[in-house]
């Protein structure tokens, strides 16, 4: 697997509601005082004991009818220890995850616990300096890297879409890049193998100079959800939509 992308969740995001001000009463002279509202709690669970061949689409499956913002695999020296973090659209929705502890993907049965922002944070940390050695304190480094090699990557004008809801439409993603001319069959939603969206997509631009242009949106938010947009081919489009047929 591909290392992992820096993922950075704003607390102030749609999925979590607008952050407000509130009022305590202070016994000062002064009597109440503004006081910044506690974070919100962080819709976060860990799964342990999936197959070591489990995919981003096996967790959203097992997870079926919840919103998924991220799935972040653990890995322990180089290889997948079989444990991840999923990071769901809302608070309430943790309770259903947990629901689904001690059930099946494959043959194998999967605990969920409940988990913790620091622990789903630490974790990308870890994430960012095993890929290829190295402190925690390099992360940032890395994932500038990685970036870095998105915006170097050739463009052919196709791009990929990964992290979409999965009602997701050809017209929202139109409005998604609502900057640029798209006709409708431009846009192919993958399937799996269910025939149900995966939660990827690939998108035809006029010409490569406007796929690069679109890059600007990477990691911008359609509806619930932050979007990963990645420059593709004509070729790997083609092999993802022959595979969910």
Not at 112 to 119: G, L, M, N, P
Not at 147 to 152: A, I, L, Q, T
Not at 181 to 202: F, K, Q, T, W
Request: proline share 7%; with cysteine; glycine share 8%.
């Amino acid at each position: 697997m591909a290392p992992k992308r820096q993922r950075t969740i704003d607390p102030g995001s749609s999925f979590y509601g607008s952050p407000g001000s509130s009022f305590m009463y202070n016994s000062s002279p002064y009597g109440y005082v503004n006081q910044p509202p506690p974070p919100p709690p962080f819709p976060v669970v860990r799964l342990r004991g999936l197959p070591f061949d489990c995919t981003e689409i096996d967790v959203a499956e097992f997870f079926h009818g919840l919103d998924i913002v991220d799935v972040l695999f653990v890995h322990k020296g180089g290889k997948f220890s079989g444990e991840a973090f999923c990071v769901l659209g809302y608070i309430l929705q943790v309770d259903y995850a947990l629901q689904r502890n001690r059930h099946n993907i494959g043959r194998r049965y999967v605990e969920v616990f409940r988990s913790k922002r620091q622990e789903y944070y630490k974790a990308i940390a870890n994430e960012v300096s095993d890929a290829r050695g190295g402190s925690p304190r390099q992360s940032a480094s890395r994932a500038k890297l990685y970036h870095e090699g998105k915006d170097s990557a050739e463009h052919t004008g196709v791009l990929r879409l990964r992290g979409l809801p999965f009602s997701a439409s050809k017209d929202d993603i139109m409005d998604f890049f609502k900057d640029f001319v798209l006709p409708e069959d431009s846009i192919h939603i993958i399937m799996n193998l269910e025939c149900r969206p995966s939660g990827e997509a690939y998108v035809e631009f006029e010409n490569a100079e406007e796929s690069k242009a679109a890059m600007a949106k990477d990691r911008m938010t359609l509806g619930s959800r932050y979007i990963e947009l990645f420059p593709s081919s004509h070729s790997e489009m083609e092999d993802a939509i022959s595979r969910g047929q």
